[in-house]
């Protein structure tokens, strides 16, 4: 009698041992829970996700790129963009350090952070984004004038020397996590079509005058040579 609860206490302060051992192991391992029967279930580490949208200037709403052959903006237009960062995992990001890259013949106007005009980038931080949340933020830029334009084309779609988009955005989680994308678009120059001056009543007017003016010295010179 005596060696069976000997026994029960020994297996008893076992599976105590092993238990603590599981708790300790969870809570160095952030937020893990200990399994019935040994080991522990960890929840999926936090993610980050981007995605950057260009607003369509032909029906307002926001796509993921606008190529040569979709509605394309004007010199002097304002454009938007649409940036999201999502954390689809389930524990929070610490910091995200995003990096917005406007493309040429852009000036920027408003947006999240600090805006460097020297390298053309927008920079910014999302703090504690808890697994599942996804925050948005918008950016705005006008397109250059005509006259900064390439002379060259009538279409402009931006690129880079090697001829890839640099309209993207990269973001960094302080858990070693890294995303990008891209937003297309294309620009396309105001067509100068020379002015034709109107024909109005003041015009007719000086067009009458001088017809009558010339017949009335053609009837002089007639005169003058039957005479």
Not at 150 to 165: F, K, M, Y
Not at 202 to 223: A, D, F, Q, V
Request: with cysteine; hydrophobic share 35%; proline share 7%.
């Amino acid at each position: 009698m005596i060696k069976n609860k000997l026994v029960q206490a020994f297996f008893i302060a076992v599976i105590t041992y092993t238990f603590l051992i599981s708790v300790q192991s969870a809570q160095a391992s952030g937020g893990c829970v200990p399994v019935y029967g040994g080991g522990v279930s960890c929840p999926k580490q936090g993610e980050v996700l981007v995605d950057k949208k260009v607003r369509n200037p032909a029906t307002g709403f926001y796509v993921d790129n606008l190529g040569p052959s979709d509605p394309k903006y004007r010199p002097q237009q304002i454009v938007s963009f649409q940036i999201s960062v999502k954390n689809p995992g389930e524990t929070a990001i610490d910091k995200i350090t995003v990096t917005d890259t406007l493309p040429k013949f852009l000036d920027y106007m408003s947006g999240p952070g600090t805006y460097d005009g020297a390298n053309g980038k927008l920079n910014w931080e999302v703090s504690n984004l808890a697994g599942g949340d996804t925050q948005v933020f918008e950016v705005k830029g006008r397109i250059s004038h005509q006259a900064k334009l390439p002379v060259d084309r009538n279409v402009i779609c931006p690129t880079n020397e090697l001829a890839q988009p640099i309209n993207i955005v990269d973001v960094s989680a302080s858990n070693g996590q890294t995303d990008r994308d891209e937003a297309r678009y294309c620009i396309e120059k105001e067509v100068i079509v020379p002015k034709v001056p109107e024909a109005g009543p003041e015009n007719w007017l000086i067009s009458i005058t001088g017809l009558i003016t010339s017949l009335g010295i053609g009837l002089k010179l007639r005169k003058s040579k039957s005479s």
